[in-house]
C-alpha cells in the first residue's frame, strides 16, 4: 500500500508541476489520516509548508512572445489603415457630393443666363447690376467652363 501511495504523490507532484508551471508557490499539509496533500493553496484550518518549484519557461516561449508582439504590430497597423481607408473614402464621398453640387449650381446659372435676355446680377458690394450682352455671354461662357468641370 505504501509503495502505491509514494507513486501516485510522486506522479500528483510530477502533474501539479508540468500542468501549473507558471504557479509561483505550492502547498503542502498532512490531514488527520496521515494522508500528505499538495496544492496551490493552503487549506484552511490547517498548517502548510510553503514548497519551492524550480519551473522553466518552456524553450519556445520568447519565440512565441515574439510571434505574439509581431502580430499586435500587424493588427494595429491593419486597423490603422482600414481606419485612413475609411477617412479616405468619406472624404471622397463628400467630393463627389460638393461636385454633384457644383454642377448643378452651373448648369442652373447657364439656364438662367440662356432663358432671360435680361439678367440682373448682384455685386460683390450688394448693389445690384444689369448685365450687358456681351457681360451675360461672358457668363455663359463661365458657366459653360463650370460644367465642363464640374459635370463632366
Same mark, same amino acid.
Given at each position: 500500500?505504501?509503495?502505491?501511495?509514494?507513486?501516485?504523490?510522486?506522479?500528483? /507532484?510530477?502533474c501539479l508541476q508540468t500542468q501549473l508551471?507558471?504557479?509561483?508557490?505550492?502547498?503542502?499539509? /498532512?490531514?488527520?489520516?496521515? /494522508?500528505t496533500h499538495y496544492g496551490t493553496r493552503?487549506?484552511?484550518?490547517?498548517?502548510?509548508?510553503?514548497? !519551492?518549484?524550480?519551473?522553466?519557461?518552456?524553450?519556445?516561449?520568447?519565440?512565441?512572445?515574439?510571434?505574439?508582439?509581431?502580430?499586435?504590430?500587424?493588427?494595429?497597423?491593419?486597423?490603422?489603415?482600414?481606419?485612413?481607408?475609411?477617412?479616405?473614402?468619406?472624404?471622397?464621398?463628400?467630393?463627389?457630393?460638393?461636385?454633384?453640387?457644383?454642377?448643378?449650381?452651373?448648369?442652373?446659372?447657364?439656364?438662367?443666363?440662356?432663358?432671360?435676355?435680361? /439678367? !440682373?446680377?448682384?455685386?460683390?458690394?450688394?448693389?445690384?447690376?444689369?448685365?450687358?450682352?456681351?457681360?451675360?455671354?461672358?457668363?455663359? !461662357?463661365?458657366?459653360?467652363?463650370?460644367?465642363?468641370?464640374?459635370?463632366?
Amino acid at each position: 500500500m505504501r509503495p502505491f501511495l509514494l507513486v501516485s504523490i510522486t506522479c500528483l /507532484v510530477f502533474c501539479l508541476q508540468t500542468q501549473l508551471s507558471h504557479a509561483d508557490t505550492f502547498y503542502k499539509w /498532512v490531514d488527520d489520516q496521515g /494522508v500528505t496533500h499538495y496544492g496551490t493553496r493552503p487549506p484552511e484550518g490547517a498548517s502548510a509548508e510553503s514548497v !519551492k518549484t524550480h519551473a522553466q519557461k518552456p524553450a519556445n516561449q520568447d519565440q512565441a512572445t515574439k510571434e505574439l508582439e509581431e502580430t499586435k504590430v500587424e493588427q494595429t497597423i491593419e486597423t490603422k489603415e482600414k481606419e485612413e481607408e475609411a477617412r479616405f473614402q468619406k472624404d471622397l464621398a463628400a467630393a463627389k457630393q460638393e461636385r454633384k453640387k457644383q454642377c448643378e449650381e452651373a448648369r442652373q446659372n447657364k439656364v438662367q443666363l440662356t432663358l432671360k435676355s435680361r /439678367v !440682373k446680377m448682384k455685386m460683390e458690394d450688394g448693389s445690384i447690376k444689369m448685365l450687358s450682352e456681351e457681360e451675360r455671354q461672358a457668363q455663359i !461662357k463661365q458657366a459653360d467652363e463650370a460644367i465642363k468641370e464640374f459635370c463632366l
